[in-house]
Protein backbone atom coordinates (compact mmCIF):
# COMPACT_ATOMS: atom_id res chain seq x y z
CA UNK A 1 0.00 0.00 0.00
CA UNK A 2 3.08 2.27 0.33
CA UNK A 3 3.87 0.94 -3.17
CA UNK A 4 6.10 -1.29 -5.05
CA UNK A 5 10.08 -1.09 -4.18
CA UNK A 6 12.66 -0.01 -7.12
CA UNK A 7 16.37 -0.99 -6.04
CA UNK A 8 19.04 0.82 -7.33
CA UNK A 9 22.01 -0.82 -5.80
CA UNK A 10 23.64 -3.28 -3.26
CA UNK A 11 26.06 -2.01 -1.01
CA UNK A 12 28.00 -2.99 2.27
CA UNK A 13 26.57 -0.61 5.06
CA UNK A 14 28.39 2.51 4.90
CA UNK A 15 28.45 5.34 7.22
CA UNK A 16 27.92 8.84 5.29
CA UNK A 17 24.60 9.85 4.77
CA UNK A 18 23.67 10.44 1.10
CA UNK A 19 22.60 14.20 0.54
CA UNK A 20 19.18 15.11 1.83
CA UNK A 21 18.13 16.50 -1.16
CA UNK A 22 18.61 13.53 -3.18
CA UNK A 23 15.84 11.85 -5.14
CA UNK A 24 15.18 8.86 -6.84
CA UNK A 25 12.90 7.89 -9.22
CA UNK A 26 9.59 9.73 -9.08
CA UNK A 27 11.04 11.94 -6.70
CA UNK A 28 11.05 9.98 -3.70
CA UNK A 29 13.85 10.03 -1.63
CA UNK A 30 16.48 6.51 -1.95
CA UNK A 31 16.06 4.58 1.30
CA UNK A 32 18.48 2.09 3.24
CA UNK A 33 17.37 -1.80 3.63
CA UNK A 34 19.83 -3.46 5.20
CA UNK A 35 19.75 -6.84 5.98
CA UNK A 36 22.75 -9.12 7.49
CA UNK A 37 25.99 -7.55 5.81
CA UNK A 38 24.34 -5.75 2.47
CA UNK A 39 22.48 -2.71 2.31
CA UNK A 40 19.95 -2.68 -0.45
CA UNK A 41 18.93 1.07 -1.82
CA UNK A 42 15.40 1.32 -2.82
CA UNK A 43 12.63 3.98 -3.74
CA UNK A 44 9.01 3.52 -2.70
CA UNK A 45 7.65 3.62 -6.61
CA UNK A 46 3.60 3.87 -7.22
CA UNK A 47 1.92 0.56 -8.02
CA UNK A 48 0.47 2.20 -11.00
CA UNK A 49 3.21 3.06 -12.94
CA UNK A 50 5.86 -0.07 -11.93
CA UNK A 51 3.33 -3.09 -11.96
CA UNK A 52 4.17 -5.32 -14.90
CA UNK A 53 1.83 -3.77 -17.78
CA UNK A 54 2.03 -0.17 -16.80
CA UNK A 55 5.74 -0.46 -16.62
CA UNK A 56 5.98 -2.44 -19.88
CA UNK A 57 4.20 0.23 -21.58
CA UNK A 58 6.44 3.05 -20.03
CA UNK A 59 9.25 1.33 -21.11
CA UNK A 60 8.71 2.34 -24.51
CA UNK A 61 8.31 6.12 -23.71
CA UNK A 62 11.48 7.77 -24.05
CA UNK A 63 10.60 10.75 -22.16
CA UNK A 64 9.52 8.30 -19.11
CA UNK A 65 12.37 6.16 -19.58
CA UNK A 66 14.75 9.13 -19.96
CA UNK A 67 13.35 10.34 -16.76
CA UNK A 68 13.79 6.85 -14.92
CA UNK A 69 17.38 6.22 -16.38
CA UNK A 70 18.26 9.66 -15.20
CA UNK A 71 16.92 9.00 -11.57
CA UNK A 72 18.47 5.57 -11.55
CA UNK A 73 22.14 7.19 -12.68
CA UNK A 74 21.56 9.83 -10.05
CA UNK A 75 21.30 7.84 -7.31
CA UNK A 76 24.23 5.19 -8.31
CA UNK A 77 26.45 8.48 -8.73
CA UNK A 78 25.53 9.57 -5.58
CA UNK A 79 26.23 6.57 -4.05
CA UNK A 80 29.41 6.26 -5.82
CA UNK A 81 30.80 9.45 -3.70
CA UNK A 82 29.72 7.40 -0.39
CA UNK A 83 30.61 3.89 -1.09
CA UNK A 84 31.11 1.61 -4.04
CA UNK A 85 27.80 0.32 -5.29
CA UNK A 86 27.03 -2.71 -7.16
CA UNK A 87 24.30 -1.37 -9.39
CA UNK A 88 21.06 -3.31 -10.30
CA UNK A 89 19.96 -2.44 -13.70
CA UNK A 90 16.98 -0.20 -14.43
CA UNK A 91 13.89 -1.45 -13.62
CA UNK A 92 14.35 -4.34 -11.21
CA UNK A 93 11.23 -3.83 -8.60
CA UNK A 94 9.72 -6.03 -5.53
CA UNK A 95 6.21 -5.89 -3.74
CA UNK A 96 7.85 -5.01 -0.49
CA UNK A 97 11.26 -5.06 2.04
CA UNK A 98 11.06 -8.41 2.57
CA UNK A 99 10.96 -9.51 -0.58
CA UNK A 100 14.01 -7.23 -0.70
CA UNK A 101 15.77 -8.54 1.85
CA UNK A 102 15.12 -11.89 0.65
CA UNK A 103 16.17 -11.10 -3.15
CA UNK A 104 19.63 -9.79 -1.16
CA UNK A 105 19.45 -13.12 0.99
CA UNK A 106 19.59 -15.26 -2.23
CA UNK A 107 22.22 -13.99 -3.80
CA UNK A 108 24.22 -12.63 -0.36
CA UNK A 109 27.53 -14.18 -1.37
CA UNK A 110 27.52 -13.12 -5.22
CA UNK A 111 26.96 -9.50 -3.63
CA UNK A 112 29.76 -9.91 -1.73
CA UNK A 113 32.03 -11.55 -3.93
CA UNK A 114 31.25 -8.89 -6.48
CA UNK A 115 31.76 -5.66 -3.81
CA UNK A 116 35.13 -7.38 -2.73
CA UNK A 117 36.10 -7.30 -6.58
CA UNK A 118 35.17 -3.79 -7.37
CA UNK A 119 35.66 -1.95 -3.69
CA UNK A 120 37.29 1.04 -4.28
CA UNK A 121 36.98 1.11 -8.16
CA UNK A 122 35.46 3.40 -10.62
CA UNK A 123 34.78 2.66 -14.23
CA UNK A 124 35.79 5.35 -17.03
CA UNK A 125 34.45 5.33 -20.15
CA UNK A 126 36.54 5.91 -23.21
CA UNK A 127 35.06 6.11 -26.68
CA UNK A 128 36.98 7.15 -29.87
CA UNK A 129 35.30 8.96 -33.02
CA UNK A 130 36.04 9.33 -36.36
CA UNK A 131 35.00 13.18 -37.10
CA UNK A 132 32.93 13.45 -40.31
CA UNK A 133 34.14 12.35 -44.32
CA UNK A 134 36.36 15.29 -45.13
CA UNK A 135 34.81 17.72 -47.05
CA UNK A 136 38.10 18.44 -49.15
CA UNK A 137 38.69 15.27 -51.53
CA UNK A 138 42.63 16.04 -52.93
CA UNK A 139 41.92 18.36 -55.84
CA UNK A 140 38.56 19.19 -56.80
CA UNK A 141 38.76 22.85 -58.68
CA UNK A 142 34.94 23.04 -59.21
CA UNK A 143 31.80 21.94 -57.18
CA UNK A 144 30.76 21.06 -60.70
CA UNK A 145 30.45 17.47 -61.07
CA UNK A 146 28.05 17.41 -64.04
CA UNK A 147 30.99 19.30 -65.95
CA UNK A 148 33.62 16.67 -65.11
CA UNK A 149 34.86 14.26 -68.05
CA UNK A 150 33.83 11.12 -67.12
CA UNK A 151 37.20 9.99 -66.04
CA UNK A 152 37.95 13.20 -63.60
CA UNK A 153 34.94 11.49 -62.35
CA UNK A 154 36.14 8.23 -61.81
CA UNK A 155 39.52 9.42 -60.64
CA UNK A 156 38.35 11.54 -58.11
CA UNK A 157 36.23 8.87 -57.03
CA UNK A 158 38.82 6.47 -56.36
CA UNK A 159 40.82 9.06 -54.38
CA UNK A 160 38.05 10.03 -52.51
CA UNK A 161 37.30 6.10 -51.78
CA UNK A 162 41.39 5.57 -50.68
CA UNK A 163 41.01 8.36 -48.60
CA UNK A 164 38.10 7.08 -46.54
CA UNK A 165 40.39 3.85 -46.31
CA UNK A 166 43.23 5.45 -45.10
CA UNK A 167 40.73 6.81 -42.35
CA UNK A 168 39.37 3.83 -40.97
CA UNK A 169 42.48 2.38 -41.34
CA UNK A 170 44.25 4.94 -39.02
CA UNK A 171 41.27 5.24 -36.85
CA UNK A 172 41.00 1.64 -36.23
CA UNK A 173 44.96 1.27 -35.45
CA UNK A 174 44.80 4.19 -33.23
CA UNK A 175 41.65 2.50 -31.58
CA UNK A 176 43.66 -0.75 -31.33
CA UNK A 177 46.93 1.28 -29.94
CA UNK A 178 44.43 3.60 -27.29
CA UNK A 179 42.57 0.57 -25.79
CA UNK A 180 45.93 -1.61 -25.41
CA UNK A 181 47.34 1.00 -23.54
CA UNK A 182 44.68 1.83 -21.17
CA UNK A 183 43.60 -1.85 -21.08
CA UNK A 184 47.06 -1.99 -19.37
CA UNK A 185 47.07 0.52 -16.86
CA UNK A 186 43.32 -0.50 -16.17
CA UNK A 187 42.72 -3.42 -13.64
CA UNK A 188 40.19 -4.88 -16.24
CA UNK A 189 38.25 -3.36 -19.48
CA UNK A 190 35.15 -4.46 -21.68
CA UNK A 191 34.58 -3.57 -25.66
CA UNK A 192 31.26 -2.15 -25.95
CA UNK A 193 29.00 -2.22 -29.03
CA UNK A 194 30.04 1.38 -30.71
CA UNK A 195 27.02 3.62 -29.85
CA UNK A 196 24.52 4.35 -32.96
CA UNK A 197 25.96 8.39 -33.61
CA UNK A 198 21.98 9.58 -33.67
CA UNK A 199 20.67 8.19 -29.62
CA UNK A 200 24.15 9.80 -28.45
CA UNK A 201 23.59 12.63 -30.71
CA UNK A 202 27.19 13.26 -31.42
CA UNK A 203 29.09 13.60 -34.26
CA UNK A 204 31.60 11.42 -36.15
CA UNK A 205 31.54 7.81 -36.16
CA UNK A 206 32.11 5.73 -32.68
CA UNK A 207 35.36 3.51 -33.78
CA UNK A 208 36.04 2.56 -30.06
CA UNK A 209 33.26 2.33 -26.86
CA UNK A 210 35.12 1.14 -24.18
CA UNK A 211 34.84 1.00 -20.36
CA UNK A 212 38.15 0.83 -17.93
CA UNK A 213 37.82 -0.17 -14.06
CA UNK A 214 40.26 1.74 -12.43
CA UNK A 215 41.37 1.89 -9.08
CA UNK A 216 39.96 5.41 -7.71
CA UNK A 217 43.51 6.31 -6.79
CA UNK A 218 44.84 5.97 -10.16
CA UNK A 219 41.76 8.15 -11.85
CA UNK A 220 44.15 10.89 -11.43
CA UNK A 221 46.67 9.25 -13.90
CA UNK A 222 44.02 7.26 -16.37
CA UNK A 223 42.34 10.55 -16.86
CA UNK A 224 46.12 12.18 -17.91
CA UNK A 225 46.77 9.19 -20.14
CA UNK A 226 43.53 9.69 -21.85
CA UNK A 227 43.82 13.29 -21.91
CA UNK A 228 47.45 12.82 -23.10
CA UNK A 229 46.31 10.89 -26.58
CA UNK A 230 43.88 13.60 -27.39
CA UNK A 231 46.04 15.67 -29.23
CA UNK A 232 47.96 13.01 -31.66
CA UNK A 233 45.80 12.30 -34.62
CA UNK A 234 43.79 14.79 -36.43
CA UNK A 235 40.27 13.72 -37.80
CA UNK A 236 39.66 11.56 -34.41
CA UNK A 237 37.73 12.30 -31.38
CA UNK A 238 38.76 10.70 -27.95
CA UNK A 239 35.80 11.26 -25.34
CA UNK A 240 36.28 10.52 -21.86
CA UNK A 241 33.00 10.01 -19.62
CA UNK A 242 32.93 8.83 -15.68
CA UNK A 243 33.95 8.09 -12.74
CA UNK A 244 30.71 5.90 -13.56
CA UNK A 245 30.06 3.19 -10.62
CA UNK A 246 31.32 -0.01 -12.08
CA UNK A 247 28.22 -0.71 -13.83
CA UNK A 248 30.04 -3.10 -16.82
CA UNK A 249 32.11 -4.85 -14.46
CA UNK A 250 28.85 -5.85 -11.79
CA UNK A 251 27.26 -8.30 -14.08
CA UNK A 252 28.99 -11.04 -14.45
CA UNK A 253 29.43 -13.04 -11.57
CA UNK A 254 25.91 -11.99 -9.74
CA UNK A 255 24.25 -12.89 -12.37
CA UNK A 256 25.32 -16.47 -12.79
CA UNK A 257 22.33 -18.02 -11.43
CA UNK A 258 19.18 -16.36 -12.41
CA UNK A 259 16.43 -18.14 -10.24
CA UNK A 260 13.61 -18.30 -13.41
CA UNK A 261 10.37 -18.31 -12.35
CA UNK A 262 10.86 -15.47 -9.06
CA UNK A 263 12.17 -18.06 -6.96
CA UNK A 264 14.00 -15.90 -4.73
CA UNK A 265 13.64 -18.04 -1.53
CA UNK A 266 17.48 -19.12 -0.69
CA UNK A 267 17.89 -22.69 -0.77
CA UNK A 268 21.52 -23.05 -1.93
CA UNK A 269 22.48 -23.18 -5.26
CA UNK A 270 23.64 -27.47 -5.58
CA UNK B 1 46.68 20.71 -22.58
CA UNK B 2 46.97 18.72 -19.40
CA UNK B 3 45.80 19.97 -16.47
CA UNK B 4 45.67 17.57 -13.34
CA UNK B 5 43.68 18.47 -10.75
CA UNK B 6 43.69 16.71 -7.94
CA UNK B 7 40.59 15.03 -8.63
CA UNK B 8 39.45 14.21 -11.64
CA UNK B 9 36.02 16.07 -12.45
CA UNK B 10 33.72 14.52 -13.57
CA UNK B 11 33.27 14.12 -17.64
CA UNK B 12 30.15 14.38 -19.21
CA UNK B 13 28.00 13.40 -16.56
CA UNK B 14 25.78 15.16 -14.56
CA UNK B 15 22.42 16.73 -16.24
CA UNK B 16 24.22 17.16 -19.30
CA UNK B 17 25.38 13.29 -19.59
CA UNK B 18 24.76 11.83 -23.09
CA UNK B 19 21.69 9.37 -22.94
CA UNK B 20 23.19 7.28 -24.61
CA UNK B 21 25.73 6.57 -22.19
CA UNK B 22 23.22 6.76 -19.46
CA UNK B 23 20.51 3.96 -21.14
CA UNK B 24 23.82 1.72 -22.23
CA UNK B 25 24.77 1.52 -18.63
CA UNK B 26 21.52 1.10 -16.79
CA UNK B 27 19.65 -1.19 -19.18
CA UNK B 28 22.18 -3.22 -20.48
CA UNK B 29 24.90 -3.63 -17.77
CA UNK B 30 24.72 -3.91 -14.21
CA UNK B 31 23.54 -6.84 -11.71
CA UNK B 32 20.12 -8.26 -13.44
CA UNK B 33 17.61 -9.49 -10.84
CA UNK B 34 14.49 -10.84 -11.66
CA UNK B 35 12.42 -9.17 -9.52
CA UNK B 36 9.12 -9.91 -8.06
CA UNK B 37 8.02 -7.31 -11.53
CA UNK B 38 8.93 -9.36 -14.22
CA UNK B 39 9.94 -7.55 -17.08
CA UNK B 40 12.42 -8.28 -19.64
CA UNK B 41 14.67 -5.58 -21.01
CA UNK B 42 15.42 -7.65 -24.59
CA UNK B 43 12.28 -6.63 -25.50
CA UNK B 44 13.05 -3.26 -25.26
CA UNK B 45 16.34 -2.75 -27.08
CA UNK B 46 17.68 0.48 -27.75
CA UNK B 47 16.80 0.25 -31.33
CA UNK B 48 12.50 -0.34 -30.41
CA UNK B 49 13.27 2.63 -28.71
CA UNK B 50 14.71 4.50 -31.29
CA UNK B 51 11.97 3.21 -33.99
CA UNK B 52 9.18 4.68 -31.53
CA UNK B 53 10.66 7.65 -30.79
CA UNK B 54 10.50 8.17 -34.90
CA UNK B 55 6.81 6.97 -34.52
CA UNK B 56 6.28 9.36 -31.62
CA UNK B 57 7.93 12.03 -32.75
CA UNK B 58 10.24 13.36 -35.36
CA UNK B 59 10.40 16.75 -34.83
CA UNK B 60 11.73 15.94 -31.04
CA UNK B 61 13.98 13.77 -32.18
CA UNK B 62 15.51 16.09 -34.59
CA UNK B 63 16.07 18.11 -31.85
CA UNK B 64 17.83 16.03 -29.97
CA UNK B 65 20.25 15.51 -33.09
CA UNK B 66 18.38 12.37 -34.08
CA UNK B 67 18.14 11.58 -37.53
CA UNK B 68 19.36 8.32 -38.50
CA UNK B 69 15.97 7.20 -40.11
CA UNK B 70 17.04 10.19 -43.05
CA UNK B 71 19.78 7.66 -44.21
CA UNK B 72 16.99 4.59 -43.99
CA UNK B 73 15.47 4.06 -47.71
CA UNK B 74 12.92 1.94 -45.48
CA UNK B 75 11.68 5.12 -43.38
CA UNK B 76 12.44 8.02 -45.70
CA UNK B 77 12.29 9.69 -48.61
CA UNK B 78 15.24 11.73 -48.78
CA UNK B 79 17.05 8.59 -48.42
CA UNK B 80 15.29 6.78 -51.23
CA UNK B 81 16.43 10.20 -53.00
CA UNK B 82 19.90 9.67 -52.03
CA UNK B 83 19.50 5.84 -53.12
CA UNK B 84 18.48 7.09 -56.74
CA UNK B 85 21.67 9.63 -56.45
CA UNK B 86 23.97 6.64 -55.62
CA UNK B 87 22.72 4.46 -58.63
CA UNK B 88 23.39 7.69 -60.68
CA UNK B 89 26.86 7.83 -59.50
CA UNK B 90 27.18 4.27 -59.88
CA UNK B 91 25.71 4.52 -63.97
CA UNK B 92 28.51 7.85 -64.32
CA UNK B 93 30.93 5.14 -62.87
CA UNK B 94 30.19 3.08 -65.68
CA UNK B 95 30.15 5.17 -68.21
CA UNK B 96 33.76 6.58 -67.26
CA UNK B 97 35.02 3.20 -67.79
CA UNK B 98 33.47 3.02 -70.97
CA UNK B 99 34.74 6.14 -72.26
CA UNK B 100 38.05 5.41 -71.06
CA UNK B 101 38.19 2.49 -73.66
CA UNK B 102 36.53 4.12 -75.83
CA UNK B 103 39.50 6.62 -77.34
CA UNK B 104 41.53 3.64 -77.45
CA UNK B 105 38.92 1.53 -79.90
CA UNK B 106 38.82 5.10 -81.60
CA UNK B 107 42.16 4.73 -82.78
CA UNK B 108 41.92 1.26 -83.73
CA UNK B 109 39.26 1.88 -86.12
CA UNK B 110 40.91 5.08 -87.62
CA UNK B 111 44.52 4.07 -89.61
Known sequence: MTGLRYVYAVCRPFGTPLQAQLTGVGGDPPRLVPHRDLVAVVSHVPEADF????????????????AVARAHQGVIDALTTVTTPLPLRLGTVFRDDSGVRSMIEAREENFLRGLDRLEGRVEWGVKVYLESEPEQAPERPAPQPAAMSGRDYLRRRREQTRSREDQWQRAETFATRLHANLAGFAED??????????????????????AYLVPR????????QVERTKDDSPGLRVELTGPWAAYSFAGEEAAGEEPAGGRTAGEGTT | MT???RLPDPYGQGSSANLADILERV?????????????????IELLTIKLRLVVASVDKAKEMGIDWWESDPALSSRA????????????????????????????????
Open chain 2, 3 to 5: TPS
Open chain 2, 27 to 43: LDKGVVIAGDIKINLLD
Open chain 1, 217 to 224: GESEAFVE
Open chain 2, 80 to 111: RRDELARENAELRERLARLEELEPRRAEEETP
Open chain 1, 189 to 210: SRLHAPQNPTLSGHRGRNVLNA
Open chain 1, 51 to 66: AEESLRAHLEDLDWLT
